[in-house]
């Protein structure tokens, strides 16, 4: 080596490109999750109504398998009875008692005002009521929330609206799954693309199983409460019933709001009828939580009622009243992706 070469700086070694790369990927990756929260809270009301056709095509393909299994029909036949039968049940029951159930809403609606003013009377007659009442009266004397009801008025209008495009997505999504479910499988990267998949098959057996048992525990209560509020001698008792059915498809809200519905309902015949109604309320909660939900969830799954009173309360804070309607069956999924993908497939791999 020459003495011109020696004094030559030798030149300075590159970081390798792994060394880059493992500062970027994490920064791009944490980026990428940002900008997907936010897209998809600025699509939630899109979100909600494809979770929402979703449970339709779950409900569709539950009632498809046994007419697939015994009748031999391939999946879409299969469905598309399954539809059929659904529209065949439901015209059914309204020619039975569609003009008696409508009856009754008109006159429910015309009885709750009669009936608030019956309790709001009763009430500031009482010490503590009277007490309650200028409380009420003093700071909300000019001030009633009508924005706040407009706003609730604005979210079930178009809840109700939505229900028709739901229904139809569920019907398309009932009648070729593995189409859909493998589209979405392809957007993952290929070496997580097994795992989505389970966790996937495995969100759709457990929304299935829930679905099935709270389906149970919605007719015990609806007939229970019908029953009970019919020997009871409370009109409305099949309009009740019907309401308390629908409602304890929400998780310890529903169940206080119908009940409060129908001991509103009995202040009309006195304080004593409204003790009634509100035992034989507490009666079916305490059969249905006590006795008839843990032989339901033998095979079914359960939703732990914390759990259940959580996701009600944060999923309505953050998308209204939908987010309350959805979010037992959106926290049986959270709980079967996190324990698939995360606790599963990282802190057990």
């Known amino acids: 080596m020459t003495l011109a070469h020696a004094a030559l700086p030798a030149p300075a070694c ?12 994490p920064m791009a990756l944490l980026l990428f999750l940002g900008v997907l929260v936010l897209l998809a809270f600025r699509l939630s009301d899109l979100l909600l109504m494809l979770f929402g056709a979703v449970i339709v095509a779950v409900a569709l393909r539950a009632l498809a398998q046994p007419l697939e299994r015994y009748l031999r029909l391939s999946p879409r036949l299969a469905v598309g009875a399954a539809i059929a039968l659904a529209v065949v049940v ?11 159930l409508l009856a009754q809403v008109d006159d429910l609606s015309r009885k709750l005002p009669a009936a608030l003013s019956v309790i709001t ?8 009521g009277a007490a309650l009442w200028k409380v009420w009266r003093g700071t909300n004397a000019d001030d009633v929330p009508w924005s706040s009801l407009a706003i609730a008025a604005t979210q079930t209008l178009s809840a109700v609206g939505g229900v028709g495009l739901v229904l139809v997505v569920g019907a398309y999504l009932a009648g070729d799954p593995v189409l859909y479910r493998e589209g979405l499988v392809r957007l993952v990267p290929r070496p997580y693309r097994g795992r989505v998949d389970d966790a996937m098959l495995a969100s759709g057996h457990a929304l299935s199983r829930w679905l099935l048992g709270q389906g149970i525990s919605m007719l015990f209560v609806g007939t229970s409460t019908a029953i009970g509020l019919a020997l009871l001698g409370l009109p409305l008792a099949l309009t009740l019933g019907l309401l308390a059915g629908a409602l304890a498809f929400i998780p310890f809200f529903g169940p206080i709001a119908s009940g409060v519905l129908a001991v ?3 202040f009309m015949q006195g304080p004593e009828k409204a003790l009634y109604v509100a035992g034989l309320c507490v009666l079916i909660q305490q059969i249905e939580g006590n006795l008839l939900m843990p032989l339901v969830q033998r095979w079914a799954v359960e939703l732990p009622p914390v759990l259940g009173i959580t996701a009600a309360v944060i999923f ?4 209204g009243l939908p987010g309350v309607i959805l979010a037992s069956p959106l926290m049986v999924v959270a709980m079967v992706l996190v324990r698939k993908l995360y606790i599963d497939g990282v802190l057990e791999a």
Do not use: H, K, M, Q
Not at 14 to 25: C, D, F, K, L, T
Not at 121 to 128: D, K, P, T, V
Not at 316 to 319: A, D, I, M, P, S
């Open 121 to 128: 009377n009763w009430a500031r007659e009482r010490a503590i």
């Open 316 to 319: 309505g804070l953050l998308f």
């Open 90 to 100: 439901i015209t059914l029951v309204s020619w039975l008692v569609g003009d008696r």
């Open 264 to 266: 509103l309902l009995a």
């Open 14 to 25: 590159a970081p390798p490109a792994p060394a880059r790369w493992g500062y970027i990927r």
